[in-house]
């Protein structure tokens, strides 16, 4: 798949892990096969539609994520840094401040938001990695 850095999903359930213990909630994934689809869907976008743009496709992670409850707990959490992380690793810094992100998340999780609103936000809150 052309340059795009992808997420791992022993990289996202280990950052879950590590957000569980560090701020609470039920440990665990609650479906297998709702992770697989979640962390799969921005890489078929790419391979089937063309998107490029890592903003669109960190922000099909976190709705996916979010709205898909792959894990017991922390679905959000996971959502935001999913599509953080997607978005750094292919040559971005998100600069927000906590509040706001955690305002965006409920949005998304509420469907107020979606995917093309996620990724906005995120194209309005990110730097170049320089």
Same mark, same amino acid.
């Given at each position: 798949?052309?340059g795009?850095?992808w997420?791992? /999903? #022993?990289a ?6 590590e957000n569980?213990?560090d701020?609470?909630?039920l $440990?665990?994934l609650? %479906?297998e ?5 979640a962390? =799969?869907? $921005?890489?078929?976008l790419? =391979? ?7 903003? &669109?496709?960190? @922000?099909?992670?976190g709705? &996916?994520?979010a709205?898909n409850?792959?894990?017991n %707990?922390?679905?959000?959490? @996971? &959502?935001?840094?999913a599509?953080i992380l997607i978005?750094?690793?292919?040559? *971005? /810094?998100?600069? !927000?401040?906590? =509040?706001e @992100? @955690? ?5 998304? !999780?509420a469907?107020t938001?979606?995917q093309?609103? #996620?990724? =906005? *936000?995120? /194209?309005?809150? &990110?730097? $170049? /990695?320089?």
């Amino acid at each position: 798949m052309s340059g795009i850095v992808w997420l791992d /999903r #022993l990289a996202i359930e280990l950052l879950h892990s590590e957000n569980i213990a560090d701020h609470g909630g039920l $440990p665990g994934l609650r %479906d297998e096969a709702l992770l697989e689809g979640a962390l =799969a869907r $921005p890489q078929n976008l790419h =391979a089937y539609e063309g998107l490029e743009d890592v903003f &669109a496709l960190g @922000a099909c992670y976190g709705v &996916a994520l979010a709205k898909n409850h792959p894990f017991n %707990d922390g679905n959000k959490r @996971a &959502a935001f840094t999913a599509c953080i992380l997607i978005v750094e690793m292919n040559g *971005w /810094r998100v600069e !927000a401040d906590q =509040a706001e @992100a @955690a305002s965006i998340m409920l949005d998304v !999780a509420a469907g107020t938001v979606g995917q093309d609103g #996620l990724a =906005a *936000w995120l /194209r309005d809150n &990110a730097i $170049p /990695r320089g």
